[in-house]
């Protein structure tokens, strides 16, 4: 495909997909215009002021690791690198509230796993043979579950490799695209300690990933348009003739390019024939609004109850539930009182319950399925100037804020080469 290198690039959506491709495309000179639908960017990426908890926010709790390359560039591309905060080393300290064992993972830094022969770093109750059952995660026959390569159960299985792979696949790992998990263990586990540090925004996702995202493409000129829904497209011979906002058409001329960074429903909504993945996950996130006790661990794993993830900010406990289908329809202050009792149970902090916020989202992921993972698109489609972003596109990672970088990078890549 050829194309004019002065045209507009417009972008729908101002996700993370979307942000990170607008930041590479500005950053060559192309004239970007993003176009989201809502007030707000950053997705599912967000921060906002919560009145029911009277303090700022995130929409979910979203952990990255020192192995996550494109966002880490994203990161020190905008300048906030310096707002993650994480330990020197990899470390994971987990807690069972069923047996009351506390214990903490540690690994070493080089890419040989030195730390499994170590029982005071390694999983309680594990030997060090038993990790050698993870290599069949590596490289796994095409098209088949976790639980088809491996056995999901043991000590292993219970307090390392469940916990991993249901926070990255948002799916119960036995269900979960084996393809998909081997692509988090290769760039973690497999990786070394250095590329599994926990990172935590710790002032919030918006002033981390999205604030100085914004600021820095208004500084180059990019333009931003909220609350600019995207209607329909009109599709010509080939190519994309126009974008119809209800309100407003932008006619497309031969040098202008569209990227779809838009959720999957919505892009099947809009792009006629379009095979995209049409089941999801949900993940739950509860908010409390007081200060963590003295000596809590900025995360913490959590086993044997509803939590999963405890994350301890600055005058905030937050918990993160995976896969959390069912609980989408608990009564809102049953679960957050059945949260607060695990974590009241954690900290040791006063039982009563402290001003709370539940945030279900009931679409947050495609479902890591081997199916399901078929039906990811790739980047290009059949229209010679519309691309697709977003970490629903086939990134060979689960949805991620790696994936979701990535996807972008990618877009503007492809945008790039023409």
Same mark, same amino acid.
């Given at each position: 495909?050829?194309?004019?290198?002065? #045209?507009?690039?417009?972008?729908?959506?101002?996700?993370?997909? #979307?942000?990170?491709?607008?930041?590479?495309?500005?950053? &060559?000179?192309?004239?970007v215009?993003?176009?989201?639908?809502?007030?707000?960017?950053?997705?599912r990426c967000?921060?906002?002021?919560?009145?029911?908890? @009277?303090?700022?926010?995130?929409?979910g709790?979203?952990?990255?690791?020192?192995?996550?390359?494109?966002?880490?560039?994203?990161?020190?591309d905008? @300048?906030?690198?310096?707002?993650?905060?994480?330990?020197?080393?990899?470390?994971?300290?987990?807690?069972?509230?069923?047996?009351?064992?506390?214990?903490?993972?540690?690994?070493?830094?080089?890419?040989?796993?030195?730390?499994?022969f170590?029982?005071?770093r390694?999983?309680?109750?594990?030997?060090?043979?038993?990790?050698?059952?993870?290599?069949?995660?590596?490289?796994?026959?095409?098209?088949k579950?976790?639980?088809?390569?491996?056995?999901?159960?043991?000590?292993?299985?219970?307090?390392?490799?469940?916990?991993?792979?249901?926070?990255?696949?948002?799916?119960?790992?036995?269900?979960?695209?084996?393809?998909?998990?081997?692509?988090?263990?290769?760039e973690?586990?497999?990786?070394?300690? &250095?590329?599994?540090?926990?990172?935590?925004?710790?002032?919030?996702?918006?002033?981390?990933?999205?604030?100085?995202?914004?600021?820095?493409?208004? &500084?180059?000129?990019?333009?931003?348009?909220?609350?600019?829904?995207?209607?329909?497209?009109?599709?010509?011979? #080939?190519?994309i003739?126009?974008?119809?906002?209800?309100?407003?058409?932008?006619?497309?001329?031969?040098?202008?390019?569209v990227?779809?960074?838009?959720?999957?429903?919505?892009?099947?909504?809009?792009?006629?024939?379009?095979?995209?993945?049409?089941?999801?996950?949900?993940?739950?996130?509860?908010?409390?609004?007081?200060?963590?006790?003295?000596?809590?661990?900025?995360?913490?794993?959590?086993?044997?109850?509803?939590?999963?993830?405890?994350?301890?900010?600055?005058?905030?406990?937050?918990?993160?539930?995976?896969?959390?289908?069912?609980?989408?329809?608990?009564?809102?202050?049953?679960?957050?009182?059945?949260?607060?009792?695990?974590?009241?149970?954690?900290?040791?902090?006063?039982?009563?319950?402290?001003?709370?916020?539940?945030?279900?989202?009931?679409?947050?992921?495609?479902?890591?399925?081997?199916?399901?993972?078929?039906?990811?698109p790739?980047?290009?489609?059949?229209w010679?100037?519309?691309?697709?972003? #977003?970490?629903?596109?086939?990134?060979?990672?689960?949805?991620?804020?790696?994936?979701?970088?990535?996807?972008?990078?990618?877009?503007?890549?492809?945008?790039?080469?023409?």
């Amino acid at each position: 495909m050829t194309g004019n290198r002065t #045209g507009t690039v417009h972008i729908i959506g101002a996700g993370l997909a #979307g942000l990170s491709a607008a930041l590479k495309l500005s950053a &060559q000179g192309r004239q970007v215009i993003v176009h989201e639908a809502t007030a707000f960017a950053g997705g599912r990426c967000r921060s906002y002021h919560d009145a029911s908890v @009277g303090m700022m926010i995130d929409n979910g709790n979203h952990l990255l690791l020192s192995g996550n390359h494109a966002a880490l560039s994203y990161l020190r591309d905008i @300048g906030a690198a310096d707002h993650l905060v994480g330990p020197a080393h990899a470390e994971f300290p987990f807690a069972d509230l069923a047996s009351g064992e506390r214990w903490m993972l540690r690994f070493n830094d080089g890419r040989l796993p030195l730390w499994i022969f170590d029982s005071a770093r390694r999983v309680p109750g594990t030997r060090a043979l038993d990790y050698l059952t993870l290599a069949r995660l590596l490289w796994p026959p095409e098209g088949k579950t976790v639980g088809e390569v491996i056995a999901c159960e043991g000590p292993l299985y219970r307090r390392l490799v469940e916990p991993l792979l249901l926070a990255a696949l948002n799916i119960a790992p036995p269900q979960g695209s084996a393809k998909l998990a081997s692509a988090v263990i290769r760039e973690t586990l497999a990786a070394g300690g &250095q590329a599994c540090r926990p990172l935590l925004a710790r002032d919030g996702l918006g002033p981390t990933l999205i604030e100085p995202a914004l600021a820095l493409l208004q &500084q180059r000129g990019a333009t931003i348009r909220f609350e600019h829904q995207l209607r329909a497209i009109r599709f010509g011979a #080939g190519r994309i003739d126009a974008l119809d906002f209800g309100g407003d058409t932008v006619a497309l001329a031969d040098g202008d390019t569209v990227i779809l960074a838009v959720p999957p429903y919505i892009a099947a909504s809009l792009v006629r024939g379009l095979e995209v993945p049409t089941e999801f996950r949900a993940i739950v996130n509860a908010h409390f609004r007081v200060a963590p006790p003295a000596g809590q661990p900025p995360i913490l794993g959590v086993l044997g109850g509803t939590v999963e993830w405890l994350f301890g900010f600055p005058g905030r406990l937050s918990v993160t539930i995976s896969g959390g289908d069912r609980l989408i329809d608990t009564p809102r202050e049953e679960l957050a009182k059945t949260i607060w009792n695990e974590v009241a149970t954690l900290t040791g902090l006063p039982p009563e319950l402290p001003p709370w916020q539940v945030v279900r989202e009931r679409r947050a992921t495609f479902a890591a399925t081997p199916e399901q993972d078929k039906r990811r698109p790739g980047a290009e489609t059949a229209w010679q100037n519309l691309i697709l972003a #977003g970490d629903w596109t086939d990134t060979g990672l689960p949805a991620t804020i790696e994936s979701a970088i990535r996807s972008g990078n990618r877009a503007a890549a492809l945008i790039a080469s023409r």
